[in-house]
């Protein structure tokens, strides 16, 4: 089951940030936030994660709050090329030495030009 | 291109025959994962392979199988299927088994079941 919460649709213009958020209360200590998107026709593809601080790449920022129980993908500048399916997932430990990605239903990013 | 490779990608066939999905991973990577992605279920993890060892398994059925061979390329089995099978099919693959390995998704095999 998705231990995650996010809206199931938001609209962003083209060029502006968006701020994409995400309710994962029931996060435990070992538990990585990880976020990634799927392309319209395309697999999933990985966006960024993070475990307690805020980070940052190419793609994306990313900004858990202190108790951890949430977090907020942040698209600097959103393109025509953002629109798609996010998806706030929790990276939990399956046993086995192994963790495990379970998807929710995501949020999908529409970009108005 | 995310380096994963599936195939087929698209395969149609009856209810009661069984199928076979193949993924190649990335080069390096030693870890492989299957997904289902229906329109009512969403993306759902089947079962994970760690250097040819089952490592997790998911919402898989009794009726699909999978096996990770020394080459390291995978396999999912589907067999007796049913209409509600009809799906796309992930393959996606990571370095190892930590919680920072990205994963990496293949294309998609689309079965389609009559």
Known sequence: DAKTTQPNSMESNEEEPVHLPCNHSTISGTDYI?????????????VIHGLTSNVNNRMASLA?????????????????????VYYCILMSYSGAGSYQLTFGKGTKLSVIP | DSGV???????????GQRV???CSPRS?????????QSLDQGLQFLIQYYNGEERAKGNILERFSAQQFPDLHSELNLSSLELGD??????????GISGTDTQYFG????LTVL
């Open chain 2, 86 to 95: 009809s799906a796309l099919y992930f393959c996606a693959s990571s370095v």
């Open chain 1, 34 to 46: 990880h976020w990634y998107r799927q392309l319209p026709s395309q697999g999933p593809e990985y």
């Open chain 2, 5 to 15: 490779t599936q195939t087929p990608k698209h395969l149609i066939t009856a209810t």
């Open chain 2, 107 to 110: 294309p998609g095999t689309r």
């Open chain 1, 64 to 84: 858990i709050a202190e108790d951890r129980k949430s977090s907020t993908l942040i698209l600097h500048r959103a393109t025509l090329r953002d629109a798609a």
């Open chain 2, 20 to 22: 076979t999905l193949r």
């Open chain 2, 28 to 36: 390096g990577d030693l870890s492989v994962y299957w997904y289902q």
